[in-house]
């Protein structure tokens, strides 16, 4: 006997979906995906407990009236404009980290622009091992798998196209106004709404793969939002004072990430910087960057073509800051 397929429920929500708004008969489902009608409420109940709303009606059959704002294959990947991005697609209810999982995935040789999305992480982490708060179903949190083979120097500066991707996209889509908050944090109004780690295996001039990967507060409340964190955050909902769908940030994301990592393989980073130091938060300002236990004071007045940060010093030196932590902004929150 051949196993169950696991993906009846999807079939039937796709028979659905093409009459969504119309009752189908329960008849004409089973004989569609040749199972018996106590089959087809079987598969029905899993939907519902998916979170799709669907009404029953003896004589009448089933009707789609609400799907679910789920990260699920079914509602993202036919809906995906990209052309190779986010193809390759795993949804997981629940995962320490989708990092995690993605270096997983790429240790089995999963391809180029494959996509980890989680609904929740029980071990989110950022840099330096310090936790990511993920709470379920609120936000975003998602890892891409980039293979292409990049110069050691160059591939952790795909942080810089995940932050520029989602800044604009926040721009155009939400009409807030988006930063990135150098290195690796995208703000609005001044507040934390996402961050980034990459994270990459190479040999010893170029990348084997880079992870990055990307936590995004989209629906998440004043009271989640009020920490503590080291940095004020908020969320995409706070922000423009609605809830919103968390397939639209995802699927919009995913098509601007895929146009500049385009324009990054093919131009290099120096052709994106204009943009990345228009959308700084803190060009022109004086910032305090703590890199390990030295604090840096100094005005910042750049990006190198390398991805580092250009600082001012009081007395007129130059410092260029390879990693660090922004922890004050003159004039910020
Ligand atoms: C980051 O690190 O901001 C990178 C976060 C990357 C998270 C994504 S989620 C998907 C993927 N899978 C993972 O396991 N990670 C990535 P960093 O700059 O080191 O900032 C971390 C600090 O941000 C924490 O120490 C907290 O103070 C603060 N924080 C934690 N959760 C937050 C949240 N949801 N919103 C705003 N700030 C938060």
Redesign the pocket.
Known sequence: MSAPKTTTHLEILRLLRDRQGCFVSGTALAQRVAISRPGVWKHINRLKQMGYEIESRSGLGYMLVAVPDSLAPGEIVSNLTTRWLAHNYHHLETI?????YALILAAKGAPNGALVV?EQ?T??????Q??????PSR?I???LLLKDPLPVSVAPQSSYIGALALVKMLREQFAVPATIKWP??VLINGR??????TEMQSDQDFSRFCVV???I?VN?SRE??A?????P??SIALETGCAVKRQTVLLEFLSRFEHEYERFLDLGLLALLPEIEKYTEMMGKTITVVCGNREIIGEAHGISSEGALLLMREDGSQESVWAG?VVRIEGAL
């Open positions: 320490g980290s989708t990092n995690d989680a992480q071990k989110g982490r950022g840099r330096l310090r936790e990511w708060m993920s709470s936000g949190y998602l890892s690796n944090d934390k709404v996402a961050g980034i780690l990967g990307i936590g507060n998440h989640e939002m920490g503590p964190f080291r940095y955050a908020t932590d």
